[in-house]
């Protein structure tokens, strides 16, 4: 802490100290704002591209200028206007987000908060990533959520850096319709439909249907995707004072297993951007997923909610790939994996809402219950890392013989945890709003190797509090800070064995910014996070959990209408994120894999108001990526890159828009990520789409 103190004393001294305008009382509530932000929810669709109010950094539906730690929303309009079907593109506009191993392709991608890489994603505040989870598709999506700095406090296990919280599309009052259809380079089809009806005369029970069907080719040789996606909900007004709401997700993704191209001898551009290193006699690898989620709220009164949740997933992942491994001289080794997994979770919450006051103070409170059941099981028998089943990676021949699978690796992963919630949001003046929260969780973690009959468990008792405070300094600025802790099991060892958790330690300060009569919303924020129990090898080669990584920097993330015709949203980071305890492998001074110093991107779109072009658009996206390590440990590295893309949309009338995407306008040749230098995953090349949607 001695380090921080001066960072911290100093904003203290801010808050505390002579308000700016303290002849002049202010009233928050009297901020002149549009009826659209008025009647915002933190559930609910975002006019354009600012959000006002979330859920995600307290449970409760809190306006963003109150909370006093970063959130950054990406509205579904951002989806809509870059016509992208994953979450990655969008999360660029996040400030400090950054692309991370995508497991071949098959699963959400790991993406990297701060710093810090995680593959944790929650959709309506539960985790759906526990398992292999399909990478999410944009058909439900309202709005993407990303919470800066740990958030154990509330969630229980996760990464200090951050996450990623997913608001879907709930039933809406009125009736519509909506089809999709989109067509792109590289054979790229997709339709999507979103239907909305009340389901009684009343209006109390409304339906929603979101579905998706794409099938993808890619620039990549011998790599296509499938995709079908049904996502089916209801709310339910059982009384004035209840609400029932049902959410569900059913998919099926089937895609080739890439891992990309190679660097020889660290360097990238001789092996072409399309050249496949697996073996296409593989066949596409199958990801199955099924999600239900059911949550009873019921007001107690005017001033207390309760709200009874369960969600429940599972899924399975089955199929074959051939992997590279390491260049040597020409060729690249490869190896042959068959992979049979399958998982559950079931998570079920119970949560009091309430607001009073107490010692002339307000609070709104939180109390917390939660339960969580995951399995996981996991087959992947594979062959040895053979020259003999290697590709010339200049002039790759395809279809040789599978080698014998040679190791079994067969494990079995049981975890439950128990935990309480307890949160109060305290407005001790019309300036100064506090929070503290704290999340007491028992944790066990059982692991089996069912090829050795090796097993091992642990069981751990965690408190992770959190504490922030926000001063308004006047009603276009308010200045925050806090403290919060994470929590998070260590990943099974080789054998199944299990390590010590890591824990994280981050603070924040910073301001956000309420500007051009609340047209333009921004938040920046300095941030230092520690991280420790980092899995490292001792001098006997063992794994122990006795690193640590520290990340610091600058984020900053601002969205809105500048005009009634111009919409922006942007972002910058600045980070600089190193291993402070390491091993040979990974030394101390090792920068964190994949994290670039410097990133930052702009999305502005123009509006047409009148005239034949009036509800029609064009528009530009700019987005830059840093030089970044490219192998933990390693000297390989990633060179900076920047994309420029352009959109427009034609308004031929109320019910028909076209639309055209150019993406990677210049052509630029560039690597998105890596996982080493063997397993390079490259950027589009420049492509096109064009799209047309239909109010039926």
Known sequence: MKHHAPLLAGLTLGMFGQPLYAAEPLTLEAISITDAYVEERADGPVQGYRATRSATATRTDTDIRDTPQSIEVIPAQVLKDLNTTRIDRAL????????QNNFGGLTFLNYSVRGFTTGELYKNGFAVNRGSYSAPDTSNIERIEVLKGPAASLYGRGDPGGLVNIVTKRPQAETF?????????????????DANAPLDSEGNLLGRINMAVEDNGSFRDHVNSERRIVSPSLSWQLSPDTRLLLDTEFSRTESVFDRGIAAVNGDLGSVKRSTFLGEPNDGQI?????????????????????????????????????????????????????????????ITQAELH????????????????????????????????????????????????????TRANDFHEHTESYALNLQDQIAFTERLRGLVGVRLEHIEQTSLNR?????????????????????????????????????????????????????????????????????????????????????????????????????????MQFSGQVTDAVRVIGAYAYIDAEVTKGDASL????????????????????????GALRGSDVGAAFNYVGERSGQAGGNFTLPAYSTVDLLAHYKASEQVTLGLNLNNLFDRTYYERSYNSAWVVPGEPRNVSVSLSLSL
Not at 181 to 189: I, K, M, T
Not at 291 to 311: C, G, I, P, Q, Y
Not at 363 to 369: E, N
Not at 485 to 502: A, C, D, I, M, R
């Open 92 to 99: 660029d506009f996040a400030g400090g987000v950054a692309r």
């Open 177 to 193: 319709s909506n089809l999709s259809l989109s067509a792109g380079s590289w054979d790229r089809y997709r339709t999507s439909l």
């Open 286 to 346: 199958r990801n199955d997923n099924q999600t239900v989620d059911l949550a009873l709220e019921h007001m107690l009164s005017d001033d207390w909610k309760l709200r009874l949740a369960n969600h429940y997933t599972q899924g399975t992942l089955k199929g074959a790939s051939s992997e590279p491994q390491a260049v040597v001289g020409s060729t690249i080794t490869r190896f042959y994996r068959e992979r049979d997994f399958e998982w559950n979770d079931n």
């Open 354 to 405: 309430g607001t009073f006051n107490w010692a002339g103070w307000e609070h709104q409170a939180l109390i917390g219950l939660e339960y969580e059941n995951y399995r996981n099981s996991q087959k992947y028998p594979q062959s040895a890392t053979l020259l003999g089943y290697g590709l010339d990676i200049y002039n790759p021949v395809y279809g040789q013989a599978k080698p014998a699978l």
């Open 451 to 555: 090829t050795s009959g090796v097993s091992s468990s642990q069981e751990k008792d965690v408190a992770t509090p959190r504490i922030g405070l926000l001063y308004q300094l006047t009603p276009q600025v308010g200045v925050f800070a806090n403290a919060s802790t994470s929590f998070k099991p260590n990943t099974l060892g080789t054998q199944g064995q299990v390590y010590k958790p890591e824990k994280g330690l981050g603070y924040e300060t910073g301001v956000k910014l309420d500007l051009f009569d609340s047209r333009l919303g921004a938040t920046i924020a300095l941030f230092h996070i520690d991280k420790e129990n980092v899995l490292t090898t001792d001098a006997l080669g063992d794994s122990v959990a006795a690193g640590k990584a520290r990340s610091q920097g600058l984020d």
């Open 587 to 610: 030394p101390e001074g090792s920068d964190l894999l994949g994290i670039a110093r410097h990133s930052g991107s702009l999305l502005g779109v123009y509006e047409f108001q009148d």
